[in-house]
Nanobody, 128 residues
Framework: QVHLVESGGGSVQAGGSLRLSCVVS????????MAWFRQAPEKEREGVAG???????????DYADSVKGRFTISHDNAKNTVYLQMDSLKPEDTAVYYC??????????????????WGQGTQVTVSS
């Protein structure tokens, strides 16, 4: 059984930083794609950042335009954990953040339907 467990959310002031972690268990393939999504109140879930690993080597990290230059996604294959380092946070980054995992392939990391497994979400609140 596959489980994704996020942690690291919290409340920060604008300009601050947070690091989200997502530990994956039960999905041990070293060739897969993982992503972070977020959903703000009354808004649709949107892709934030995605990364794929091929035989354990991270390839093709990509980001939503709204977070480029501020957020960094990374993956630790040995720990089967994906991270999202969030710097220069803005109030509009406030949302529940979810991690997702799915099969390798394609450049559409932002498409919700390509992911088979999801975490329960972690709240990020940025105050002005």
């Amino acid at each position: 059984q596959v489980h994704l467990v996020e942690s690291g959310g919290g409340s920060v002031q604008a300009g601050g930083s947070l690091r989200l972690s997502c530990v994956v268990s039960g999905y041990t393939s070293s060739t897969k794609c993982m992503a972070w999504f977020r959903q703000a109140p009354e808004k649709e879930r949107e892709g934030v950042a995605g990364i794929c690993t091929f035989a354990g080597v991270s390839v093709s990290p990509d980001y939503a335009d709204s977070v480029k230059g501020r957020f960094t996604i990374s993956h630790d294959n040995a720990k089967n954990t994906v991270y999202l380092q969030m710097d220069s946070l803005k109030p509009e980054d406030t949302a529940v953040y979810y991690c997702a995992a799915g099969p390798y392939g394609g450049s559409d990391w932002y498409r919700i339907s390509r992911y088979n497994y999801w975490g329960q979400g972690t709240q990020v609140t940025v105050s002005s």
